[in-house]
């Protein structure tokens, strides 16, 4: 787990800080009804961010008596919020007003300034999806972007970088929807352009509401992560074979479950203290690591070995 994640999230709030203020102003001084629906977006992008820096913050909390491994995974709450947010409030909202603006025609004025604003939008909007991406090369420096959403257990900049590249997208819509208006002096392609956003942002918003949900029901470590806490377990002599290996993220941490067939030992404290040997081994090795549970078994008559 990435601990740079609230660089990127400070990124992407300064970032849409400045393009709400001039998504606004350029939306009251024109009249686009996508420009709005990008304000709106930015407006909204920023509290997301705030939402997920709390969230860090919660997750941070000591373990307790009610909740003995810690508040690790509060993190995906608030990530899943951000991104019903994101649904009902970026992209349900740009709908309405783009159907609004399609039911009562209202003349796009100054639309050079609102070419203006958006490409200013598209430099600051890019800047942040760099840093964003700066942090995800620094955990994945060989994967591919795609796999990385697919795979990542960081749920808060799984969702900056999926605003990121909504934004963006969002961005090129509206700067097209703007430029027909101008061309041809049909509103409609403004209202247009305000729907085509929300229904974006809803899409992504989907998407990333659809990988935060996994990550709440509990899913392994990352598959790299398990691969290598599996081959590190198989290489310890004290270890005969590996009967099964659970790993669950826990937020920033990993909790690991091993039963395994150990070599013979003399006596039960002798036993005791080959395990004590390879736990603290697993977790200097591995230092997300921060519980481990370890059974010693034997392999049963129709289990199979290595699960």
């Given at each position: 787990?990435n601990d740079e994640s609230p660089k990127a999230i400070f990124?992407?709030?300064?970032?849409?800080?400045?393009?709400?203020?001039?998504?606004?102003?350029?939306?009251?001084?024109?009249?686009?009804?996508?420009?709005?629906?990008?304000?709106?977006?930015?407006?909204?992008?920023?509290?997301?961010?705030?939402?997920?820096?709390?969230?860090?913050?919660?997750?941070?909390?000591?373990?307790?008596?009610?909740?003995?491994?810690?508040?690790?995974?509060?993190?995906?709450?608030?990530?899943?919020?951000?991104?019903?947010?994101?649904?009902?409030?970026?992209?349900?909202?740009?709908?309405?007003?783009?159907?609004?603006?399609?039911?009562?025609?209202e003349p796009l004025s100054n639309p050079i300034v609102a070419?203006?604003?958006?490409?200013?939008?598209?430099?600051?909007?890019?800047?942040?999806?760099?840093?964003?991406?700066?942090?995800?090369?620094?955990?994945?420096?060989?994967?591919?972007?795609?796999?990385?959403?697919?795979?990542?257990?960081?749920?808060?900049?799984?969702?900056?970088?999926?605003?990121?590249?909504?934004?963006?997208?969002?961005?090129?819509?509206?700067?097209?929807?703007?430029?027909?208006?101008?061309?041809?002096?049909?509103?409609?392609?403004?209202?247009?352009?305000?729907?085509?956003?929300?229904?974006?942002?809803?899409?992504?918003a989907y998407v990333v509401a659809r990988e935060v949900k996994?990550?709440?029901?509990?899913?392994?470590?990352?598959?790299?992560?398990?691969?290598?806490?599996?081959?590190?377990?198989?290489?310890?002599?004290?270890?005969?074979?590996?009967?099964?290996?659970?790993?669950?993220?826990?937020?920033?941490?990993?909790?690991?479950?091993?039963?395994?067939?150990?070599?013979?030992?003399?006596?039960?404290?002798?036993?005791?203290?080959?395990?004590?040997?390879?736990?603290?081994?697993?977790?200097?090795?591995?230092?997300?690591?921060?519980?481990?549970?370890?059974?010693?078994?034997?392999?049963?008559?129709?289990?199979?070995?290595?699960?």
């Open positions: 787990m990124y992407a709030l300064a970032a849409n800080f400045g393009i709400a203020v001039c998504k606004f102003g350029a939306a009251a001084f024109t009249g686009s009804g996508s420009m709005f629906a990008e304000a709106i977006h930015s407006t909204a992008d920023c509290g997301n961010q705030l939402l997920l820096l709390f969230g860090l913050k919660r997750a941070q909390q000591p373990a307790n008596a009610l909740h003995p491994l810690g508040s690790g995974r509060e993190i995906y709450f608030y990530a899943l919020i951000v991104a019903l947010l994101l649904f009902f409030v970026g992209g349900a909202f740009s709908v309405y007003e783009g159907v609004h603006r399609m039911l009562h025609h070419l203006v604003i958006l490409g200013i939008s598209v430099v600051l909007e890019a800047l942040s999806l760099a840093g964003a991406l700066r942090e995800i090369r620094k955990g994945a420096p060989d994967k591919a972007l795609w796999r990385w959403f697919r795979e990542t257990r960081e749920s808060e900049l799984l969702v900056v970088a999926g605003e990121d590249v909504a934004a963006l997208a969002g961005l090129a819509i509206a700067f097209c929807a703007v430029l027909l208006t101008m061309i041809t002096g049909n509103p409609m392609w403004d209202a247009a352009g305000s729907i085509g956003v929300g229904l974006l942002l809803m899409v992504v996994s990550m709440i029901v509990g899913e392994s470590a990352s598959p790299e992560v398990r691969r290598a806490i599996d081959a590190h377990l198989r290489a310890r002599p004290e270890i005969l074979r590996i009967i099964s290996l659970i790993t669950l993220q826990w937020g920033k941490h990993v909790v690991v479950a091993v039963q395994a067939e150990m070599i013979d030992y003399p006596s039960g404290r002798a036993l005791i203290d080959a395990i004590n040997v390879i736990e603290d081994d697993l977790q200097n090795t591995f230092p997300q690591v921060r519980w481990v549970f370890f059974e010693p078994d034997i392999v049963r008559e129709g289990a199979r070995a290595g699960a």
